[in-house]
């Protein structure tokens, strides 16, 4: 099977996932395991780590994931990438669909009492737009879209001997993310897992674009 064939087929498996466990959030089935994770996070996770997960939160927030997508879409139009510059377009269309949930999904976010982010830059735009709910996260949905383009790419177009290390730092980026939602109090956990497969989905189909290096080609070069 092709690469693009695999791609195409990771990205409806994660949509259909995102459109079931969106069904679950709906009839309140997970409402329980949301309080009690938030809970058990934030029980077993001192107080002092509030300052490393708030930084981690403010990176994914809607200014800087523009900036970081405007980076990427740059570069692959001065690179003349003009399939992945259009793929990269599908970022806009996941927060358009996590602003759609967040408008009529019924899924109110935690509660006061849970809230620990010690890191706010008040005059951003974002700061002054509020929704009704909190389904899915728009922080994960985009970080999770970035994260998975840009993991693949790292993957399609880089020696092998470069993903590791590249790999696993973005990996340890994305993780830290994710956990600062919950444990910040910002999110609950329904609302992560949602974002990362809505973000994730629309990541493998941007992917789908990327130009594939040639690995013998390339070999041949690095001994010549």
Not at 8 to 28: A, D, K, N, Q
Not at 67 to 75: E, K, S, V
Not at 112 to 122: A, E, G
């Amino acid at each position: 099977m092709s690469r693009k064939y695999v791609l195409l087929l990771l990205f409806l498996l994660s949509l259909l996932g995102f459109i079931y466990f969106s069904y679950l959030v709906h009839t309140r089935f997970l409402n329980q395991f949301d309080f009690n994770t938030t809970v058990k996070l934030q029980s077993n996770i001192p107080r002092n780590w509030d300052l490393f997960f708030s930084f981690f939160t403010t990176l994914a927030s809607p200014e800087f994931s523009v900036i970081a997508w405007l980076g990427i879409f740059t570069y692959t139009l001065i690179k003349k990438y003009w399939h992945t510059s259009v793929g990269l377009l599908l970022f806009f269309v996941s927060v358009v669909v996590e602003l759609f949930g967040k408008i009529f999904l019924y899924h109110p976010g935690p509660p006061q009492l849970f809230y620990r982010n010690i890191v706010r830059f008040d005059l951003l735009p974002s700061n002054f737009v509020h929704t009704d709910y909190s389904y899915p996260s728009g922080h994960v949905t985009r970080t999770a879209f970035l994260f998975t383009f840009i993991l693949l790419w790292i993957f399609f177009k880089t020696a092998s001997y470069k993903r590791i290390l590249l790999g696993a730092t973005l990996v340890l980026f994305y993780m830290s993310m994710l956990i600062s939602r919950v444990y910040l109090g910002e999110h609950w956990t329904t609302d992560i897992v949602g974002g990362a497969l809505l973000g994730t989905s629309l990541g493998f189909l941007s992917a789908i674009t990327i130009p594939f290096i040639n690995k013998a080609s390339y070999s041949f070069n690095k001994k010549g």
